[in-house]
């Protein structure tokens, strides 16, 4: 700072002072001021404040320059003599200069605050630059320097001191509830019990006590039995998952939903406190609810098909086990019969319940939950099989396991493919080869297969070195590896395929035809017995039949053989289908494209491109002029027309009109029900009679 000053001859020893100031004579002007503190302590403080706040000079000292300053402005302030008052303002000493000078030294402390940027260096200005102007800034940069701190350490207690140290700071509210949720971990960080019960119990006013009841939920209903559930109600009462915990006893007991399911129930426990949800499921339990779509939205009716769920969602499932899904503004949740939402709309795909569980989806991830919507698989997983079964298998990332029906995971994600359980067993891969393993998890055959058909009975084939043969669910041969081509049973018997021959095997194991007669290809697909117990053979390019003696039934003497009835079998020759009885006589003539067997009188044919019906006569009793025909059931067919669906009686009357594009029968023959572009409804299918 430059001080300019009038020289004068007869100048005072203050006058001298401020002189050498100007001219960068520190040491001198230092000495002068000291010694006229006494008389000048104004003028005399102020120079020094000056001299130190200068750091061109071995005197800088920040400390000494707010010293001086603060006595310079506390002592002028006392001036009473004017004459004095105009003796410094000669000086340029006077109260706006003291006052810049101030200003220009918290400045430069607050600068030096800065660049040490420390929490003792802010208070320290803090502490000493009284009425600066950084003040609100330095205590800014100090808060968030100790609640950076505070976050670094990340204790409750660090959290406390921050709160009780700087009750103003911005972060304070950050703070407690920082504060709160590691008191909450510190308290809980062994996960038990009792120190969820003891932070309610201490910290009553917590956020955490709603986690901390709801971790005491999970904890003491971990086994997910009626048993743990109840003694969660009786040990906790006032919890606020004491109605899942119910509905959960509930669920578990009543999960096929009929009025004697719950009835039994409501005589287990009287005490359930849902009573009104339980009057609602009992009138409901034996009502049938089937999906509707109209204008795009789905909804329910019930067999008296009124709407019963008002059409508003993109997609429903069927009622099970007392709830549907469906899906609302692309989310898919559940809901119960009487139109409540029991589980939230949060998922991206779900499947309905099966055992009291449903697999759910988000963002191509899956897991489990149970009927009251409380996560048992948390959805972690690529892929889920069935829920019904003991173990679950799961995958994720290629790798496959399996679960129980509680989440625990019984076998590690190590296998390259698994199956679901069947009869009691699974087959798993590892290593590029399959073996078997039991409900305890043991494996009945370690991996050794190089192929494996399903496990659904005692007649599971497996390919061994190349070789096709039959194990049963023990594992043992029962047909040992030596087929080249070796088929599933059907009507009781298998086809065996060795060295370019083949013959029969029945499920016992034993070969009932020898593996004799040459192996066209494609016999596999059709050689099998049927329910009559005959099967196709071809003889020099003909076909004909064997009955499971390895009798010949009919010569081979056709281009094909078709549906065998009660009485008649479609053959065909010349390239056309008729029919012959099992003396192998013709007794219709060949006439048509295609054929099927006799159902009763009448069977179904094609002739010049479209579908018509005959009797056993050969007589057309329905015009072949439909694009196609089906069995809708004993006396009723259905008929396409020009792209559309209807429903005609053998007498060719029109039960249906042909308007619809699909046509279907509910799966319990109830309704019928009729889709066209806009959706579908329902009739009642008093017109069917059950087969």
């Not at 005072?12 to 001198?28: N, S």
Request: proline fraction near 3%; hydrophobic fraction near 40%; charge should be positive.
């Amino acid at each position: 700072m430059l001080l300019c000053y009038t020289k004068d001859s007869k100048a005072g020893r203050l006058d001298k002072g401020f002189r050498a100031l100007e001219f960068f004579d520190y040491f001198k002007a230092k000495q002068i001021f000291y010694k006229s503190l006494k008389k000048d302590s104004a003028a005399a403080s102020y120079g020094l404040s000056v001299i130190y706040a200068l750091n061109n000079n071995p005197f800088y000292s920040l400390d000494s320059a707010l010293l001086y300053i603060k006595i310079s402005a506390t002592t002028f302030s006392t001036i009473i003599s004017e004459k004095q008052k105009i003796k410094y303002a000669a000086l340029k000493v006077d109260a706006a200069s003291i006052v810049k000078q101030q200003a220009i030294i918290n400045e430069k402390c607050f600068v030096y605050a800065q660049e040490k940027n420390s929490i003792n260096g802010y208070n320290y200005f803090i502490k000493k630059n009284v009425g600066a102007s950084q003040l609100k800034q330095a205590e800014i940069h100090r808060n968030e320097l100790a609640y950076a701190t505070a976050k670094k350490i990340n204790t409750s207690v660090s959290y406390q001191s921050f709160i009780t140290t700087y009750p103003n700071a911005k972060s304070v509210g950050e703070a407690k509830a920082r504060y709160d949720k590691e008191l909450f971990r510190e308290y809980t960080v062994n996960r038990s019990l009792a120190s969820n019960v003891s932070f309610i119990r201490e910290q009553p006013t917590s956020f955490y006590v709603a986690e901390a009841k709801d971790n005491i939920y999970r904890l003491v209903t971990k086994g997910k039995t009626v048993e743990a559930y109840h003694h969660f109600i009786k040990r906790y009462p006032k919890n606020p998952s004491v109605p899942k915990a119910w509905r959960n006893i509930y669920n578990i007991l009543t999960q096929v939903h009929t009025s004697k399911n719950i009835k039994k129930f409501l005589n287990q426990f009287p005490d359930y406190p849902l009573k009104e949800e339980l009057e609602q499921d009992f009138i409901l339990a034996n009502t049938a609810y089937y999906p509707i779509k109209t204008e795009g939205k789905w909804g329910f009716v019930n067999e008296a098909l009124k709407i019963v769920v008002p059409t508003k969602y993109s997609w429903v499932s069927n009622f099970s086990e007392g709830a549907a899904a469906v899906m609302l503004n692309n989310k898919i949740g559940f809901i119960n019969k009487n139109k409540w939402t029991v589980i939230p709309f949060i998922y991206d795909e779900a499947e309905p319940f099966l055992s009291g569980l449903a697999i759910v989806g988000k963002a191509d991830k899956y897991g489990i939950i149970n009927r009251a919507g409380e996560t048992v698989v948390p959805l972690i997983y690529d892929e889920i099989g069935e829920t019904s079964t003991q173990f679950i298998s799961i995958e994720l990332n290629g790798k496959y396991g399996f679960i129980d029906q509680k989440g625990n995971l019984k076998v590690g994600l190590q296998y390259e493919t698994i199956g679901d359980f069947n009869n009691g067993i699974a087959y798993v891969k590892q290593n590029g080869l399959y073996g078997i393993i039991d409900t305890n998890l043991f494996y009945i055959v370690k991996p050794k297969y190089q192929w494996i058909d399903n496990l659904k009975n005692d007649f599971i084939r497996v390919k061994e070195k190349g070789f096709f043969g039959v194990i049963d669910v023990k594992g043992k041969y029962i047909v040992d590896p030596i087929y080249e081509q070796l088929t599933e049973l059907e009507n009781g018997y298998a086809m065996a395929v060795k060295d370019g021959l083949y013959g029969y095997i029945k499920s016992g194991g034993g070969i009932i035809i020898a593996i004799e007669m040459p192996y066209i290809q494609g016999a596999v697909n059709w050689g099998m017995f049927n329910d009559k117990g005959l099967a196709r053979i071809i003889l020099e390019e003909k076909f004909g039949l064997i009955d499971t003696n390895g009798q010949r039934f009919a010569p081979a003497l056709f281009d094909d053989i078709g549906a065998i009835s009660d009485d008649l079998i479609a053959i065909k020759r010349y390239g056309k289908w008729g029919y012959c009885d099992y003396d192998i006589k013709l007794k219709i003539p060949y006439n048509f494209e295609t054929v099927t067997g006799f159902k009763g009188e009448f069977a179904i044919i094609k002739r010049d491109s479209l579908y018509g019906v005959i009797n056993k006569k050969g007589t057309e009793v329905i015009e072949a002029k439909y694009e196609s025909i089906d069995r809708f059931n004993t006396h009723l067919l259905l008929v396409k027309e020009n792209g559309l669906f209807g429903v005609i009686d053998l007498n060719k009357e029109v039960v249906l009109h042909i308007q619809y594009t699909k046509i279907e029968v509910s799966s319990d023959k109830k309704l019928i029900r009729l889709h066209t572009d806009n959706g579908f409804e329902y009739l009642k299918n008093d017109l069917i009679i059950t087969k």
